[in-house]
């Protein structure tokens, strides 16, 4: 499975923007997808994440404002981010697992997407 992740920019604080994952290879619908984020000098962090049934999870500092979806017909994942802050920004990463479970630990993640930037400014 080949991730390429696309929608990432420059935007100011309280604006929106959506991400899109776009995956290659067959059975996109059987796999947990995720979002995660990273800034230089710190861990990648957990966003969200979509099971195969649409089931969600997020982290806490993002629920309310981001919604993550999924189209498996146009094997593509979405993160619509709202009411962006400054301590959004952060190259965001899609991920994804074969499998059924939502919350599964960042390192049993198999398949990473390059990241896209985010830069919200103040």
């Known amino acids: 499975v080949q991730l390429v992740e696309s929608g990432g920019g420059l935007v100011q604080a309280g604006g929106s923007l959506r991400l899109s994952c776009t995956a290659s290879?067959?059975?996109?619908?059987?796999?947990?997808m995720g979002w995660f984020r990273q800034v230089p000098g710190k861990e990648r962090d957990f966003v969200a994440a979509?099971?195969?049934?649409?089931?969600?999870d997020y982290t806490d500092p993002v629920k309310d404002r981001f919604t993550i979806s999924r189209d498996n017909a146009k094997n593509t994942l979405y993160l619509q981010m709202n009411s962006l802050k400054p301590e959004d920004t952060a190259v965001y990463y899609c991920?994804?697992?074969?499998?059924?479970?939502?919350?599964?630990?960042?390192?049993?993640?198999?398949?990473w997407g390059q990241g896209t930037q985010v830069t919200v400014s103040s």
């Open positions: 991920a994804a697992r074969y499998g059924l479970v939502v919350r599964i630990p960042k390192s049993e993640y198999d398949y």
């Open positions: 290879g067959r059975t996109f619908s059987s796999y947990t």
């Open positions: 979509i099971s195969w049934s649409s089931k969600t």
